[in-house]
């Protein structure tokens, strides 16, 4: 038994409180959310759609050094732009991802980064390279209301096509 009404000391369990206040403060508190496919990213734009909200996707690999060594400061930039729903992929996590990664973005390398928003699903821009600062230009850039640009996309051109 995973949960046990009561006192967490009670054998071989935790309490709900107990397990509700960790997810709270390790899964949901998290400024990055990982997902596990192509239907979770689908259905987060969904989500998000009628918000007009910024959705940031960063796309690495599970092999991939660079994409590792930037996921702390991918966390912190996220952290500090809570106006934007930030997310990732591994590409080769899976199946899903995989068709996410390779034939609907259109991957070339990675990490890639992939800016949505409002009604369409084709990203607003895009760039690759584990880059803080132009991370940050982009998403100050696109928060202000600048003009947006596909830089190195990565895929734009394919995700668009995808979309469609």
Known sequence: MLFRSGSSASAGGIGFEQWSAWWQARVAAEPVQLLLGQEAFEQVLAEERASDRLVCL?????????????????????????????????????????????????????PAFYFFRGESATPVASHTGANEARLREALDRLLSGGAPSNGDGGGAAAAAAAAE
């Open 58 to 110: 960063e796309v690495g690999m599970t092999y991939c050094r660079p994409c590792k060594a930037f996921e702390k400061t991918y966390k912190t930039v996220a952290a500090e732009y809570p106006g934007v729903r930030f997310l990732r992929i591994n590409g080769n996590e899976n199946r899903s991802c995989t068709v996410l990664a390779r034939d609907v973005l259109g991957i070339r390398s990675t």
